[in-house]
């Protein structure tokens, strides 16, 4: 009878409070200005994506765990890699790292057509469910080595990687448009820095941005597991 008031024991007002609140404490007050991005941050339910054990702390300014040994950034996170994209409503983004599909539901939120790809198996199933349950259906959703990019539904516009990799990967640059733009966590196994790459013709010009720790990128592309 509380079905639609209560998620996993939590009140929806209250989460809905929480995540007004993480907008505001974590996020403006850091330097996140796109209100574009903060208006999806504001909207999505993060509650939604994790385990219902995690539900009370799905705002709190640290990662969560997901299953599969792997982790969700902290908000904070998600949203200056997501800033750092500059993503416009027109374009065609690759996120390289589904995990829940919490980041690729604020991509959809913000672009014309979102692809991820995810190697854990049982991660693919998860996010694809939640997506599809929460009117992200257009959202396409593959299992496999993202290291390598989706060649066959290049180029895109904006491509972001959600998972430490020791280089940025050649195949990844290649499939980005002309304009386009690529953010990587890129450094060792332990410690990354953003790093957010523009093509233009035959130009690439890299900046780094914020210090960060990712699960490492793994795959031909990336680690060795
Ligand atoms: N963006 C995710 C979200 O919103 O929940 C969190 C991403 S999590 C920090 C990194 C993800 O990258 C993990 O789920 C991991 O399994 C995945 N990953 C690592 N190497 C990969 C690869 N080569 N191809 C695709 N996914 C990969």
């Given at each position: 009878m509380f079905g639609n008031y209560f998620t996993h024991g939590k009140a929806a007002e209250s989460l809905a409070g929480d995540r007004a609140r993480m907008v505001d404490t974590q996020l403006r007050s850091r330097g996140i200005r796109d209100e574009r991005l903060l208006a999806a941050m504001a909207k999505v339910?993060?509650?939604?994506?994790?385990?219902s054990e995690d539900v009370a702390d799905a705002y709190g300014d640290f990662p969560l765990p997901i299953g599969a040994g792997q982790t969700i950034s902290q908000p904070y996170i998600v949203a200056a890699m997501v800033e750092a994209l500059?993503?416009?409503?027109e374009d065609r983004v690759l996120e390289v790292g589904?995990?829940?599909?919490y980041e690729a539901a604020i991509l959809a939120e913000l672009a014309a057509d979102v692809w991820t790809i995810e190697r854990h198996a049982e991660l693919v199933d998860k996010a694809r469910e939640i997506l599809q349950r929460l009117g992200y259906a257009d959202v396409h959703v593959l299992h496999g080595d993202?290291?390598?990019?989706?060649g066959e539904h290049a180029p895109f516009n904006k491509i972001l990687v959600a998972a430490a990799a020791p280089r940025v990967p050649e195949t990844l640059v290649s499939q980005l448009a002309d304009g386009g733009r690529l953010v990587v966590p890129v450094g060792s196994r332990s410690e990354q820095q953003v790093e957010v790459m523009r093509k233009l013709g035959d130009q690439i010009s890299i900046t780094k941005h914020d210090r960060c720790r990712f699960v490492p990128l793994v795959g031909a592309q990336g680690w060795e597991l």
């Amino acid at each position: 009878m509380f079905g639609n008031y209560f998620t996993h024991g939590k009140a929806a007002e209250s989460l809905a409070g929480d995540r007004a609140r993480m907008v505001d404490t974590q996020l403006r007050s850091r330097g996140i200005r796109d209100e574009r991005l903060l208006a999806a941050m504001a909207k999505v339910p993060r509650e939604e994506f994790i385990s219902s054990e995690d539900v009370a702390d799905a705002y709190g300014d640290f990662p969560l765990p997901i299953g599969a040994g792997q982790t969700i950034s902290q908000p904070y996170i998600v949203a200056a890699m997501v800033e750092a994209l500059e993503v416009n409503p027109e374009d065609r983004v690759l996120e390289v790292g589904t995990g829940t599909g919490y980041e690729a539901a604020i991509l959809a939120e913000l672009a014309a057509d979102v692809w991820t790809i995810e190697r854990h198996a049982e991660l693919v199933d998860k996010a694809r469910e939640i997506l599809q349950r929460l009117g992200y259906a257009d959202v396409h959703v593959l299992h496999g080595d993202g290291s390598l990019g989706l060649g066959e539904h290049a180029p895109f516009n904006k491509i972001l990687v959600a998972a430490a990799a020791p280089r940025v990967p050649e195949t990844l640059v290649s499939q980005l448009a002309d304009g386009g733009r690529l953010v990587v966590p890129v450094g060792s196994r332990s410690e990354q820095q953003v790093e957010v790459m523009r093509k233009l013709g035959d130009q690439i010009s890299i900046t780094k941005h914020d210090r960060c720790r990712f699960v490492p990128l793994v795959g031909a592309q990336g680690w060795e597991l």
